[in-house]
């Protein structure tokens, strides 16, 4: 059973930064297409921002120029630098680990960053 282990959440005022960590138990990180997602209160999850195992990255519009995902294949870690947040961002963020070569799909338990002052 893989499991995700997220980090780095919180409560930060409008502007400030938070990075968010996850690492995931897979013995080939390489082959796994990271991603995180979020999910506001009332609203349905979404895409923050995922990143291939060479690096090629996609962003949500709404966190373009401001959220920098990045992996480190060997420690096996992803990570999400969210600067200039504003309370939109408030949200439970998850981890995503998917397989390239197959439909598994995992995900971490979710971190919960509120934005507010």
């Known amino acids: 059973q893989v499991q995700l282990v997220e980090s780095g959440g919180g409560l930060v005022q409008p502007g400030g930064s938070l990075r968010l960590s996850c690492s995931p138990s897979v013995s080939r990180f390489v082959i796994y297409t990271m991603g995180w997602y979020r999910q506001p209160p009332g609203k349905q999850r979404e895409l923050v921002a995922d990143?291939?195992?060479?690096?090629?990255?996609n962003y949500a519009d709404s966190v373009k120029d401001r959220f920098t995902i990045s992996r480190d294949n060997g420690k096996k870690m992803v990570y999400l630098q969210m600067n200039s947040l504003t309370p939109e961002d408030t949200a439970v963020y998850y981890c995503?680990?998917?397989?390239?070569?197959?439909?598994?799909?995992?995900w971490g338990q979710g971190t919960q960053v509120t934005v507010s002052s």
């Open positions: 995503n680990a998917r397989n390239i070569y197959s439909t598994n799909d995992y």
């Open positions: 990143i291939t195992s060479g690096g090629r990255t």
